[in-house]
């Protein structure tokens, strides 16, 4: 059965830079037939998403966060990163990863049908 | 503020149904059949209950169900228990690679 869990520290600091990783079990990210994301949720709040990147390195990040959002892979270890620079209070929230399926033209990279269990990161002095 | 709206709440009676309504525009919702819904339950992940406008992943009982007209996407529930108190969000493909979130209802069962 296909996991995910999400990895890296829950404090960080105004202006410095976040950084998770999500470690896949059960499945290899290294396929064609997904993409992997980042959604997040501040606290009592909805939904955003950050990006998705492919098992070669491909990404397509939320243009409101594109400028601060870096996400990479490691197949070799079954893992996929996010990196938010300049990080402020509105950036504390839960952080999920998540495998991402495709419609049925295999366009649009848009379920996600598999989540992590979410790290809050908070951030603050 | 999200680009998709959805009333903040709904509720019904168990064994009723309910319908929650999520609006967008010809950009996401109205452009593409890439509607999807998740559930979520107080501190817990979010769960895909509908992809594609009205397809159900395995698991998912038929008492959940999608469907689109226009720029306006619904989530009916039918045969409404206890377990379905939930957070529901919807979510569309928001075209130039972008995916976008409702603000989420509260399903109360009464």
């Known amino acids: 059965q296909l996991q995910l869990q999400e990895s890296g520290p829950g404090l960080v600091k105004p202006s410095e830079t976040l950084s998770l990783t999500c470690t896949v079990s059960?499945?290899?990210?290294?396929?064609?037939?997904?993409?992997w994301g980042w959604i997040r949720q501040p606290p009592g709040k909805g939904l955003e998403w950050i990006g998705n990147?492919?098992?070669?390195?491909?990404?397509y990040y939320n243009p409101s966060l594109r400028s601060r959002v870096t996400m990479s892979v490691d197949t070799s270890k079954n893992q996929f990163s996010l990196r938010l620079s300049s990080v402020t209070a509105a950036d504390t929230a839960v952080y999920y990863c998540?495998?991402?399926?495709?419609?049925?033209?295999?366009?649009?990279?848009?379920?996600?049908?598999?989540w992590g269990q979410g790290a809050l990161v908070t951030v603050s002095s | 503020q999200s680009a998709l709206t959805q009333p903040p709440s709904a509720s019904g009676s168990p064994g009723q149904s309910v319908t929650i309504s999520c609006t967008g525009t010809s950009s996401d919702i109205g452009g593409y059949n890439c509607v999807s819904w998740y559930r979520q339950h107080p501190g817990k992940a979010p769960k895909l209950m509908i992809y594609e406008v009205n397809k159900r992943p395995s698991g998912v009982p038929d008492r959940f169900s999608g469907s689109k007209s226009g720029n306006t996407a619904s989530l009916t529930v039918s045969g409404l228990q206890a377990d379905d108190e939930s957070d529901y969000y919807c979510?569309?493909?928001?075209?130039?690679?972008?995916?976008?979130f409702g603000g989420g209802t509260k399903l109360t069962v009464l």
């Open positions: 979510s569309s493909y928001g075209g130039s690679n972008n995916w976008v």
């Open positions: 990147i492919y098992y070669n390195g491909r990404t």
């Open positions: 059960g499945g290899s990210i290294n396929t064609i037939s997904y993409y």
């Open positions: 998540a495998r991402m399926d495709s419609d049925s033209s295999g366009y649009y990279y848009v379920f996600a049908d598999h």
